[in-house]
């Protein structure tokens, strides 16, 4: 399982890393914190989205998500106007999704996976048929 897990982590890894010109100091640095963070996301909109999808309570709005402002990069110049533009639509997005209207809910969700795409359009294409997995349609 462990194995399984960090093979699966290294892909995403390599993924971004074919995007860094520095690709050898990537591949074998620690994950940054914005990395663990996006991991964290990753597999609590997985959860959401069947949720919503079953119509079931998703729980309170996932606080730490807000960290995403804060976390450190890989590549601190990734912090830029777009990068803050673009997280702040995602956390709006998802604190609509659990705080809004329940009827709203596939829309507000499926709002903040695009910014989650469009965001790795400009940053980090690998992850991004991942990604699109967590469209509810
Ligand atoms: C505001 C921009 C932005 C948004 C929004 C965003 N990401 Fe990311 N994501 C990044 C950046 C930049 C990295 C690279 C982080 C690093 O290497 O420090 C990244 C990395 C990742 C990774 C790879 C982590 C690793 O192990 O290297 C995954 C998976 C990921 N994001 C998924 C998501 C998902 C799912 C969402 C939406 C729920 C999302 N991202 C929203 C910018 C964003």
Redesign the pocket.
């Known amino acids: 399982m462990t194995r399984y897990l960090l093979v699966f982590?290294g892909s995403?890894?390599c993924?971004?890393a074919s995007e860094n010109k520095n690709t050898k100091e990537f591949v074998y640095a620690e994950?940054?914190e914005?990395?663990v963070l996006?991991?964290q996301?990753?597999a609590k909109?997985q959860e959401t989205k069947e949720n919503v999808m079953h119509q079931k309570d998703i729980g309170p709005f996932p606080d730490y998500i807000k960290n995403?402002h804060s976390a450190t990069?890989?590549?601190a110049t990734?912090k830029s106007s777009d990068?803050r533009k673009?997280?702040d639509t995602?956390v709006q997005y998802m604190v609509k999704t659990y705080t809004g209207e329940k009827s709203q809910r596939k829309e507000n969700f499926n709002t903040?996976?695009n910014?989650?795409v469009q965001?790795?359009e400009i940053?980090?294409r690998?992850?991004i048929p991942?990604?699109k997995k967590?469209w509810i349609n």
Do not use: D, E, R
């Open positions: 982590l995403f890894l993924a971004c994950p940054s914005m990395a996006m991991q996301m990753f909109m995403i990069l890989t590549n990734f990068f673009l997280s995602y903040a996976v910014s989650c965001c790795h940053f980090c690998g992850p991942k990604i967590l």
